[in-house]
């Protein structure tokens, strides 16, 4: 995504199982490169992973700044 990934939009470079397809290849994004999996992010599986994902991109989301 060369305008980067918006809060809540899948990214189109996962596979139906939530692979992704630039893992190990030069033209993967640096964010994406520098993220570090761990237990305070991650929890303790998919689900726990997921909810803390979305927390994190709706606190770090851009707003408009007329709302």
């Known amino acids: 995504m060369p305008a980067g990934k918006p809060a809540g939009v899948r ?11 630039l893992f190990g290849k030069p033209e ?5 490169t520098q993220f570090q999996a761990a ?4 929890g303790e599986g998919r689900v726990e992973a997921l909810i803390n994902l979305s ?7 851009n707003k408009d700044p007329s709302h």
């Open 11 to 21: 990214c189109i470079q996962l596979t139906e199982d939530n692979r992704c397809r």
């Open 55 to 61: 927390r994190l991109e709706k606190l770090t989301a």
């Open 28 to 32: 993967r994004p640096s964010v994406c």
């Open 39 to 42: 237990l305070d992010m991650c």
